[in-house]
C-alpha cells in the first residue's frame, strides 16, 4: 500500500456551463499541485452561441480531449468539480488577464493550481516521429469476442501476401489500452512497429473496459484474461496471413503470468517472451515489491515494517475470503501514524486531519477489495509454468522495482526446469526499469521523467530471439 496514492487517477471530471465569456475560450495549460503530485494539464474551451464547451487533458492520467460536463465562469471567478474515489476535488480560480490561479480542496487537503493561456499542442514528440511517418506494412482495426466480453485492437502484419508468424501482446496489470501506454511511453506500439518490420505479425488489443472493448478490468481476474488471451489465439487462426502454428504470446508483467496459463492448457500456442513475469504469489511480490519502492524513496525502516505488517494483515484476510472492512481499524490506525510521518509542509496543506485520513482508509480498502485484486494476491504462477513446454525468452530489469528479478528469476527458471522444460533463456538488461526503460533507481516516481525509449539492445534480442524461433 503506498503512501500518497494518486487521488487523480480514473477520475470523472464534472464542469457545468453557464454565463459564457469571450475571454475564458482557447487553450490552457498549467500544473496541479498536491501533497507530492505535480501533474501537467490542460484545458480547451470552445465557444458556441450559447455556452462553452470545455475539454480537458491530463497526459501522466491518460486522459485526453475528455469532453467536461460542468463548467461555472462568472465575472472572471472560475469553479469546477471533480468527483473521484479520493471524494470531490473542488477547484476556485481567478481569471487575471491570461493567467488563472487558484485552490483545490479534497478529502481535507489543500492544494493549488494554475493555467495560463497556450497554443494547441501539435508536435510529435520526438520518441514517436518514426511511427506517424507512412507505415511500410498493413496496419487494421480488428475486433473479436471472449465470451460475452468484445474486444478491440490493431493487428499489424507485413504487406507481401504471404502466411506470417504472429505475436499478441498481453498488457500488464490495470486498465491498459492497446499500445498499453504508461506516462506517454506507448511500449507496445513499439514493440509492435519493431516485430511488424521484422516480418512479424502482431496483435495488440484495448483491456476489458478501456477503449473500445467492454467489460470492467478490475472486476474480472488474470483467469478472465488468460480466456481473453485464447479468443484473440482463436481470431488470427482464421487470418489468411497468418500461420496458425507459428502464433506466441509477449506478456508484460500480468501479461507474463497470463500466456503461460494459456499455454499450459492449449497446444496453439508456439512460443513465448515473459517480460518481468513472476515466479511467485502475488502477495509475495507485492510484500517485496512495496519495500523496494518505499526504500528508494526515502521512507524510513521503521515506517516500511508497518506499510509491509499491514500488507501481511490485508494478503491473510483476502486469503480468508474476508471483506477488508472487517479489519478497517487495523487500516485506521496505520493511517493516523502514517499522518504523524508526514512532513510540516505537507501536514499545514491537509485543512482537516480526519477528513485526509478517513478518505485514505477508504481509497486503500477500494483498492484491494475487488476480484483481480483476490485473485492475484493468492495466484502462484509455478504450475503452469511447469506445464509449459515451448520455447521461452525471459527478460527482467536490473532496477525493476515492481518485479524484483531476483526474487522472480530464479522461481521461474526452477519452475519450467522442473516441468522439464529446457528450451528458455533469461536476459537481464542493465539499468532498465520495469518499462525498461534506462533508469536511476528504478522507482515508478521516475517513469513520467525519463526518455520514452528502451534501453539499448532490448527491441533486437527479442526480435532476434523471435525470428530464430520461428524461421
Do not use: C
Not at 16 to 21: E, H, I, L, P, R
Not at 336 to 347: A, F, H, N, R, V
Amino acid at each position: 500500500m503506498m503512501r500518497f496514492a494518486k487521488m487523480f487517477i480514473a477520475l470523472v471530471f464534472i464542469f457545468s456551463q453557464t454565463n459564457a465569456q469571450n475571454d475564458i475560450a482557447g487553450y490552457w495549460s498549467g500544473k496541479i499541485k498536491m501533497l507530492t503530485m505535480n501533474l501537467d494539464f490542460q484545458i480547451k474551451v470552445e465557444k458556441t452561441k450559447k455556452t462553452l464547451n470545455a475539454f480537458m487533458s491530463i497526459p501522466s492520467q491518460k486522459l485526453e480531449n475528455y469532453q467536461l460536463a460542468v463548467f461555472t465562469f462568472k465575472k472572471n471567478k472560475l469553479h469546477f468539480e471533480l468527483p473521484s474515489q479520493a471524494g470531490t476535488a473542488k477547484f476556485d480560480g481567478e481569471l487575471i488577464v491570461d493567467s488563472i490561479k487558484g485552490k483545490i480542496l479534497q478529502a481535507g487537503i489543500q492544494g493549488t493550481f494554475y493555467l495560463a493561456r497556450s497554443e494547441e499542442q501539435k508536435t510529435i514528440p520526438k520518441s514517436e516521429s518514426k511511427i506517424n511517418e507512412p507505415l511500410p506494412y498493413l496496419e487494421d482495426e480488428v475486433a473479436f469476442k471472449s465470451g460475452r466480453i468484445l474486444l478491440a485492437g490493431t493487428l499489424t502484419i507485413p504487406k507481401e501476401e504471404k502466411k506470417y508468424p504472429a505475436v499478441i501482446l498481453l498488457t500488464g496489470s490495470g486498465p491498459q489500452n492497446r499500445d498499453e501506454e504508461i506516462y506517454g511511453f506507448k511500449i507496445f506500439q513499439k514493440i509492435a512497429d519493431y516485430l511488424t518490420r521484422r516480418g512479424i505479425a502482431v496483435l495488440r488489443y484495448d483491456d476489458r473496459g478501456v477503449g473500445g472493448s467492454t467489460g470492467n478490468t478490475m472486476q474480472s481476474t488474470t483467469e478472465d484474461f488468460a480466456g481473453d488471451a485464447q479468443a484473440a489465439i482463436d481470431f488470427l487462426k482464421k487470418q489468411k496471413n497468418i500461420d496458425p502454428k507459428k502464433i506466441g504470446f509477449l506478456g508484460h508483467s500480468e501479461g507474463a503470468i497470463i500466456a503461460p496459463m494459456v499455454a499450459a492448457n492449449s497446444n496453439d500456442v508456439a512460443f513465448m517472451v515473459l517480460m518481468s513475469g513472476t515466479g511467485v504469489n502475488g502477495g509475495e511480490v507485492l510484500l517485496e515489491q512495496q519495500k523496494l519502492i518505499l526504500k528508494a524513496s526515502g521512507v524510513a525502516d521503521s515506517l516500511i515494517n508497518q506499510n509491509l505488517e499491514l500488507q501481511k494483515e490485508i494478503n491473510k484476510a483476502l486469503n480468508n475470503n474476508k471483506d477488508l472492512n472487517d479489519i478497517r481499524n487495523d487500516i485506521q490506525t496505520f493511517a493516523e501514524k502514517d499522518y504523524e510521518t508526514l512532513s510540516p509542509d505537507i501536514k499545514a496543506s491537509i485543512k482537516d486531519k480526519k477528513a485526509y485520513i478517513n478518505s485514505t482508509v477508504q481509497s486503500q480498502i477500494m483498492v484491494f477489495n475487488n476480484p483481480w485484486f483476490k485473485y492475484f494476491i493468492n495466484y502462484d504462477p509455478a504450475p503452469a509454468l511447469q506445464k509449459v513446454k515451448v520455447p521461452v525468452l525471459m527478460t527482467f530489469g536490473e532496477l525493476d522495482l515492481q518485479v524484483p528479478v531476483n526474487q522472480n528469476k530464479p522461481k521461474m527458471e526452477d519452475a519450467l526446469r522442473l516441468g522439464g522444460n529446457n528450451n528458455f533463456k533469461s536476459i537481464i538488461f542493465p539499468k532498465a526499469n520495469h518499462l525498461y526503460q534506462e533508469a536511476k533507481t528504478g522507482s515508478p516516481g521516475e517513469y513520467n521523467e525519463l526518455e520514452k525509449e528502451f534501453v539499448p539492445g532490448f527491441l533486437e534480442k527479442i526480435g532476434d530471439w523471435i525470428e530464430q524461433i520461428v524461421k
